[in-house]
């Protein structure tokens, strides 16, 4: 496999949970179900007719796994916009 394509998914995937952390403010609780989610899809194995694609896995485990530990860093901003909204 080109390492180029690995570096460009794995890249998308990685901006694009930044920049819906960026946008989008949820609950607490779905950026914690969304780590869960991101272990269970790395570290269980599929059997062997249903294997995925491994770039399609890692995609959505770097996905859900930055999209759930990046929600502390983006919280501030989320609290000040919605503050002023009501202001």
Same mark, same amino acid.
């Given at each position: 496999?080109?390492?180029?394509?690995?570096?460009?998914?794995?890249?998308?995937?990685?901006?694009?949970?930044l920049a819906l952390l960026y946008r989008?403010?949820?609950? %607490?609780y779905w950026?914690?179900?969304?780590i869960v989610i991101a272990f269970v899809i790395g570290l269980t194995p599929f059997p062997e007719g %249903?294997?995925?694609?491994?770039?399609?896995?890692g995609f959505f485990f770097v996905f859900?796994?930055?999209w759930g530990f990046g929600a502390p860093f983006f919280r501030g901003r989320h609290r000040r916009s919605l503050t002023q909204?009501?202001?």
């Open positions: 496999m080109n390492p180029l394509l690995v570096f460009v998914v794995y890249g998308a995937a990685f901006l694009l949970a989008y403010c949820v609950g %607490w950026h914690a179900l969304s %249903w294997r995925p694609p491994d770039l399609v896995v859900l796994f930055v909204r009501n202001a």
